[in-house]
DNA sequence: AATTAGCACTCTAGGTAATAGAGTGCTAAT
DNA sequence: ATTAGCACTCTATTACCTAGAGTGCTAATT
């Protein structure tokens, strides 16, 4: 009677079992399925469909008299075809934009309380991983002197980031020529990504090679030194306990696992860094991650740019039987609120050479 | 014949005991403490001992047919009296001194690196509190333009460490007038504590009130924005995962607490700023804790300064089980090489007039 | 040819029982 | 005050049983 084509059941059934499988957790077996979705058909029958889907890899078996539980291929198949994308309610929503109404801070703030609130709405992991300074272009660059052989770079990015770095120079400057020293490179530095901006200066300086050698000193000092930036971005986490409170990690040699990863930032910073190039939100599913020790877990990340320029990433962590439709919504939105959020400060600016 | 007295043999046994738990974990028998430490007495005078102990409270039983184990009261006492400071062995002090010396750079990078070095040495979780810059010093003050409407404020404190804010105003300020607020900022400010600080500029305007009023504004903005540092200090925590491996964790409910305190990080801050007082390193056992989820913890830490003021804390947080003779040496040694890495470039600035 | 009823089979989870071993506490002897 | 001796208690491990869940297969049904 049911007009449904073969294909079309056995993807409802896969459908079923997985939606049903990460609200419960428990595998779930041929009666159950047709007890909560009225589907007109015998157990027996839905069997063999299982049955079937477990040949093609969609499912599996924790052992032969338990229900179905889903494979990473499952998911995948769940999370590309069958899930339909959640929004979020108004109320988070309105709770997430007052949030950030009140953190109209630097840009590392805003980060970090990003990675806050994605762990918070989403009860597992979140993070944020922002822009490897190098990537970023260079909006101002500040020298102060801090003793005789020391001085303080502070280096602003078009994208509102600001880190600092202390230089060790051999020969005293005096605050006179600090300054202009900080203006011919102010003049110089303007909208330069950071990686370039070494060859950049030294081109830039021999066309005012009329300066004192002192200073060419001192700006050799600073290239070494100040744009050596060989970290990559900062890693805001937030929400690590959470991981413990998921049935899903009973195990402990597994958390173990987890945590460590964790508790090294970089691993995880080098994993997000080769995804900050792909656009839009993605869903690494257990074992399609490249890094063994989250092989129980899911992650959902996407990117965020200002203009053109992707600059970082930023997402949750959780175990593999997620409530990926909502979890996909929830970092989706944040990202596109980062976006807009780092769009605003660029108008600005554009605005201020005509106001003067 | 043994001429030990009463009392000193039944320290000898609490001794022995407490001893051999933090080795093995396993409750400690009387037979176990003739076999190892070659008491000539027989196990019953041994039980007869650990009975009045256990009276006393310094040891319980987890069951009838058990061993004794250590009770907080009987950490306590080994920590006090009974157990005898161990030095870190001179390859752990090179290894340490190393890591030092290639770290030279900004105080935060130092204090982060002290934490991991703390817990990757402790295999517990290492910790650093750093300043919160209210208490320390100002020694610089530079203000950066960024857009229109907002500066960008760089803090230096006297121990090194540097903090940034960016205000909004809503006046136009050009870069010239800056320089000189900046200018006059620097001539005020060297040497007071941050707390201070907005008394202190406003009292000395007073005496430079022929400035124009446009300074003026710029400056109470500046105290309220830039110096409203209501943070506490940082805290970097570094090997939270060693907590997982610890076999006295193996509950998984307690682990899930420790690490939601660990994970908001304010409690903690919390519990280490009240510490931050006290002279020398302590140790906080157990029940001894303001904090109900670090009951089954115990924390040895110390704390830093400067000259006179004590800055900030650090130590490490591991089981009740755990090696106070070395993790005490530990901390310690870290807490003076922080002391000496602190006064150094203080030296330095001293030098400076000099040599010019 | 697809569906289904029926049934044997497998595996888990939970409970009970039995046993060995560790360590105590007490009593009476030294 | 110390100790030998012994009964006692509790744990940890193993083995065994049973109920229940769910499957897979075969043969009957539509």
């Given at each position: 009677m049911s007009r449904i084509s073969l294909e079309e059941r056995k993807q409802k059934v896969l459908q079923i079992v997985i939606h049903h499988y990460i609200r419960t957790g428990k595998p779930v077996g041929s009666e159950t399925i047709i007890e909560k979705n009225?589907?007109?058909?015998s157990p027996a029958t839905v069997r063999n469909i299982l049955a079937a889907l477990e040949r093609e890899g969609y499912l599996t078996h924790p052992h032969t008299s338990s229900g179905r539980v889903p494979t990473d291929k499952g998911y995948r198949f769940y999370v590309d075809s069958l899930m339909q994308l959640q929004q979020l309610t108004q109320e988070e929503e309105q709770r997430i934009e007052k949030e950030y109404e009140s953190q109209r801070g630097a840009l590392d703030s805003v980060m970090q309380e990003t990675s806050k609130m994605l762990s918070m709405l989403s009860h597992y992991t979140g993070f944020v991983l922002t822009p490897s300074p190098a990537v970023d272009h260079l909006k101002r660059l500040e020298l102060v002197k801090l003793d005789r052989d020391r001085i303080l770079a502070v280096l602003v990015t078009d994208a509102g980031l600001i880190r600092h770095k202390i230089m060790e120079i051999d020969q005293d400057v005096n605050s006179t020529e600090l300054v202009s020293i900080n203006r011919l490179l102010n003049k110089n530095v303007y909208g330069i990504s950071v990686n370039d901006i070494g060859a950049e200066i030294f081109k830039r300086l021999q066309q005012e090679k009329n300066k004192q050698i002192k200073y060419v000193n001192i700006m050799e000092k600073l290239v070494q030194q100040?744009?050596?930036?060989?970290?990559e971005g900062e890693l805001y986490l937030e929400g690590a306990s959470n991981i413990l409170s998921q049935?899903?990690?009973?195990?402990y040699d597994k958390v173990r696992n987890i945590f460590k990863v964790i508790d090294e930032k970089k691993m995880l910073c080098e994993l997000l860094e080769e995804k900050v190039g792909h656009e839009g939100t993605k869903v690494i599913i257990g074992e399609e991650t490249?890094?063994?020790?989250?092989?129980?877990c899911s992650i959902v990340t996407s990117t965020y740019r200002a203009g053109d320029r992707t600059l970082g990433a930023l997402g949750i962590i959780g175990?593999?039987?997620?409530e990926y439709s909502k979890m996909i919504a929830l970092v989706d939105y944040f990202s596109k609120l980062i976006n807009k959020t780092l769009s605003r400060p660029a108008k600005e600016l554009k605005r201020e050479p005509r106001k003067k």
């Open positions: 009225k589907l007109e058909v100040a744009f050596a930036l060989d970290e049935p899903d990690f009973a195990d490249p890094c063994k020790e989250l092989q129980e175990p593999k039987r997620m």
